[in-house]
């Protein structure tokens, strides 16, 4: 099973930074495509950007040119830099892994697993 723990949440004003880190494990690195959500008082969660196994990698319109997601792959770390943060990235920020299981008998299955959730409040 696999375990997530996301870090590096807090309180900015407009216009800064922080850097998030979701640590995992070997399996999930080498298993599982690496996503970060996040969701907003009273509204739905959202895909924020991902990393797929062959590495392409994804951004929400909101965050594009502004979020940029990276790994350091030997210590199963995957960061989400945020920069030139908005009031409306305030949100608890969540790191999920899809991973693929390939049974000996029967189709593949995939499993989510979720992190506990780090929050974020911008400020003016």
Request: proline share 3%.
């Amino acid at each position: 099973q696999a375990r997530l723990v996301e870090s590096g949440g807090g309180s900015v004003m407009a216009g800064g930074a922080l850097r998030l880190t979701c640590t995992a494990s070997e399996y999930v690195f080498k298993n599982c495509d690496m996503e970060w959500h996040r969701q907003a008082p009273g509204k739905e969660r959202e895909l924020v950007s991902s990393i797929h196994r062959e590495g392409h990698r994804i951004y929400g319109d909101s965050v594009r040119g502004r979020f940029s997601i990276s790994e350091d792959r030997p210590i199963y770390k995957q960061y989400l830099q945020m920069n030139n943060l908005q009031i409306e990235d305030t949100a608890v920020y969540y790191c999920k892994a899809t991973c693929y299981i390939f049974p000996d008998i029967g189709p593949r299955y995939d499993v989510d697993y979720w992190g506990q959730g780090t929050q974020v409040t911008v400020s003016s």
